[in-house]
């Protein structure tokens, strides 16, 4: 069974910084393009970041300088490091795993909630 399972989440003051977490299962990793994605109550689901299976990134204009994701293969585990978090970061997170050869082969993770108070 394909499970993604997210951690690291919580509650940080603005400025602060958190690592979020999401190991992968049931899918053959090094094939999967892997990337982060957040939704805020009231707002459509966006895509902060994404990471293929060849090491490049890409990151949406508002964590530019400020988020960073890797991806780890032996440990089947992509990692977004969040630093000098705004209040506006508040959201869901969530990780996706897309399969290269099979696009329409997509999976989701549950999320993991991310506060930042100001």
């Known amino acids: 069974q394909v499970q993604l399972v997210e951690s690291g989440g919580g509650l940080v003051q603005a400025g602060g910084s958190l690592r979020l977490s999401c190991v992968a299962s049931g899918i053959i990793f090094r094939i999967n393009d892997m990337g982060w994605y957040r939704q805020a109550p009231g707002n459509q689901r966006e895509l902060v970041a994404v990471?293929?299976?060849?090491?490049?990134?890409n990151y949406a204009d508002s964590v530019k300088g400020r988020f960073t994701i890797s991806r780890d293969n032996v440990k089947n585990t992509v990692y977004l490091q969040m630093n000098s978090l705004k209040p506006e970061d508040t959201a869901v997170y969530y990780c996706q795993a897309k399969n290269r050869l099979y696009r329409s082969q997509v999976s989701w993770g549950q999320g993991t909630q991310v506060t930042v108070s100001s």
């Open positions: 990471i293929t299976t060849s090491d490049t990134t």
